[in-house]
């Protein structure tokens, strides 16, 4: 599985980025992908997830402000960013499972790493 992130980059506050996450090899379209990201010296952090079915979830710092969305024809995974803001900055990995997780009978997207088998390289955010 490879997992190859882009549109990253440097921006001023305030503005949007959209950051992509294209995959290739043998996982299933169906399960979750989710986006995290890293400042130095911390531990990575969830982000957003989605499925194909629709099902997302994002971390409380970003609520509101992005977007997700996973196109299950090509499985990629896009991150629509807006009103950005200097605590954004951080790389942001892509991430896929390889299972799929049912908490009180009913799906859903996780925001833990260790939920997600497969990792891309990251893109940089800088957000000033």
């Known amino acids: 599985v490879q997992l190859v992130e882009s549109g990253g980059g440097s921006v001023s506050a305030g503005v949007s980025l959209r950051i992509m996450c294209s995959s290739s090899?043998?996982?299933?379209?169906?399960?979750?992908m989710a986006w995290f990201r890293q400042t130095p010296g911390n531990q990575r952090e969830g982000v957003a997830a989605a499925d194909s079915d629709g099902r997302v979830a994002y971390a409380d710092p970003v609520k509101g402000r992005f977007t997700v969305a996973k196109d299950s024809d090509k499985n990629n995974l896009d991150l629509q960013m807006s009103s950005l803001n200097p605590e954004d900055t951080a790389t942001y990995y892509c991430?896929?499972?390889?299972?799929?997780?049912?908490?009180?009978?009913?799906?859903?997207?996780?925001?833990?790493?260790?939920?997600?088998?497969?990792w891309g390289q990251g893109t940089q955010v800088t957000v000033s």
């Open positions: 991430a896929t499972s390889h299972i799929k997780f049912i908490r009180e009978g009913s799906r859903y997207c996780p925001l833990f790493e260790s939920g997600y088998s497969f």
């Open positions: 090899g043998a996982t299933d379209s169906t399960n979750c």
